[in-house]
């Protein structure tokens, strides 16, 4: 990352010497992993302590070359320089948390102070660091009530957590629910639907039928009336036609005078 920036050889050294740190630090948490016994464990957080400590200074003292160059470089490498600063700074950072997780986990309560954070240029204060090992009774016992008091708190934001998370899932179960019995009945009313329009259908198909047999009787006693008065107006046009019989109830046409004066004479 050096070469890729313009650094005077008094950065480049102080830039040297942080990443040699860096990746000390980096060694000693990988080799704290694989120590089991908690004395040694201690001991090893002690020397990571003070190259921690030995990290922020030399950061602290990059940041001042770079203020001192910072007039003499232009918009673009100065902000490169920072990047740079601040990507060192937020690796430290990381070993702290890291830090504190082990102490946590060994019992051991450290207090330190650490102001440059990632969106500060300027140097914090002196690391102001207590060890367990030099803490008087009253303090661990302050110190432990104060780390107590803190996991009760959280174990009760996690239980409002969960409470909340509940309830959230009972009433959306509930709403599940109505909306699964609203489907239910418009499922059930969409049946009684299908069944009446198939029902309706079954009637109309039955009404046309019995409207086409009506026309067909219709049609057959129009038939039947169209013939009888065809004869009964053949037999009057032309009475004599043998050919026609007599319709039942209708009297034959009467005789005429001259017919019955004929049969006189003879």
């Known amino acids: 990352m050096a070469r890729d920036l313009a650094m005077s050889a008094e950065m480049e050294q102080t830039d040297g010497e942080i990443n040699d740190v860096l990746r000390a630090l980096a060694s000693g948490f990988q080799k704290l992993d694989r120590i089991n016994d908690p004395t040694r464990q201690s001991k090893q957080l002690e020397e990571l302590t003070g190259k921690m400590r030995e990290c922020k200074r030399l950061i602290k003292e990059f940041d001042r070359e770079v203020k001192e160059a910072e007039s003499n470089n232009p918009p673009e490498v100065n902000k490169q320089l920072n990047d740079r600063k601040q990507s060192m700074i937020k690796e430290l ?139 009964i107006i053949v037999k009057i046009v032309n009475p004599h036609n043998k050919n026609i019989r007599d319709i039942p109830g209708l009297a034959p046409p009467a005789q005429t005078s001259r017919r019955l004066l004929s049969a006189d004479y003879f």
Not at 137 to 142: G, M, W
Not at 169 to 193: C, F, P, S, Y
């Open 93 to 231: 950072n990381s070993y702290v948390a890291l830090r504190k997780t082990y102490m946590t986990s060994l019992g051991n309560k450290r207090i330190e102070l650490f102001d440059m954070g990632a969106g500060s240029s300027e140097p914090g204060h002196e690391d102001n660091v207590q060890l367990a090992s030099t803490m008087t009774n009253q303090e661990l016992i302050s110190a432990g009530t104060k780390a107590m008091e803190e996991t009760d708190q959280a174990i009760e934001r996690s239980k409002m957590v969960v409470e909340q998370t509940v309830e959230v899932g009972t009433q959306t179960a509930a709403n599940l629910k109505g909306q699964t019995e609203q489907m239910g009945r418009i499922v059930n009313d969409l049946d009684t639907v299908h069944f009446t329009i198939k029902k309706a259908s079954q009637l109309v198909k039955e009404i046309g039928r019995q409207v086409a047999t009506d026309k067909c009787i219709m049609l057959f006693l129009l038939l039947i009336v169209c013939g009888v008065i065809a004869i």
